[in-house]
């Protein structure tokens, strides 16, 4: 089971840049941390079929109406956890561990940051950054692979940056 931890994408439309697709295509779920931003940008990832995901603080009402402020799901007896905001900084993850310990998953995938970590304790601790709009790091995901109960993961660097994804959208909205 393959999976993409994405985050804080803050698309104001209901359009996936091309980059991105290219990227998620290969995944059998995708795990969105929130901060859609637009509850169109939330229906586009929704109409993939594959999206697991929970509302962010920039998430517009409609969003943070549908979906839940935290979820868990199990896949090959690995339990998953989602939130937004589980800390206020990449230096202290303490209080991300014990999120995790509350909510009984060996992994807690969060957004918020816009930069990406993984953490390996007692828990699996990700944060995939943002493909769309980075903080001191380059567009990214993480990609979680799941086999036989056995979990590898690894940060990856998406390759169309966010001046892509704003000239993409001037594009568009140009109608070339």
Same mark, same amino acid.
């Given at each position: ?6 985050? /804080? &994408? ?11 697709? /290219? @990227?998620? =295509?290969?995944? /059998?779920?995708?795990?969105? %941390?929130?901060? +859609? ?7 586009? +990832?929704?109409? &993939? *079929? ?5 509302? *962010?603080?920039?998430? /517009?009402?409609? &969003?943070?109406? @549908?979906? $839940?402020?935290?979820? &868990?799901?199990?896949?090959? #007896? ?7 905001? *589980? ?12 999120? %995790? ?5 060996? =992994? ?7 930069? $990406?970590? =993984? ?6 601790l990700i ?11 380059? $567009? ?8 036989? #109960? ?10 169309g940056q ?10 568009? %909205?140009? *109608?070339?």
């Amino acid at each position: 089971m393959r999976i993409i931890a994405i985050s /804080d &994408t803050h698309i104001e439309t209901g359009v996936i840049p091309k980059y991105l697709v /290219d @990227v998620l =295509i290969g995944y /059998d779920i995708i795990a969105h %941390a929130g901060d +859609f931003t637009s509850y169109e940008c939330y229906e586009a +990832f929704e109409a &993939t *079929g594959k999206l697991k995901a929970v509302h *962010g603080n920039a998430d /517009d009402a409609l &969003t943070k109406q @549908v979906l $839940p402020e935290k979820v &868990t799901f199990e896949v090959e #007896g690995v339990k998953i956890g989602i939130v937004h905001e *589980g800390a206020l900084s990449l230096n202290d993850t303490t209080a991300l561990r014990y999120l %995790a310990l509350e909510m009984g998953v060996n =992994i807690l995938i969060f957004g918020h940051l816009h930069r $990406p970590l =993984i953490e390996k304790s007692d828990v699996l601790l990700i944060c995939p950054g943002s493909p769309t709009k980075p903080r001191m790091s380059d $567009p990214c995901a993480v990609e979680i692979e799941i086999k036989d #109960g056995k979990v590898s993961s690894e940060i990856i660097e998406i390759a169309g940056q966010s001046c892509d994804y704003i000239e993409y959208s001037r594009k568009l %909205a140009e *109608g070339k």
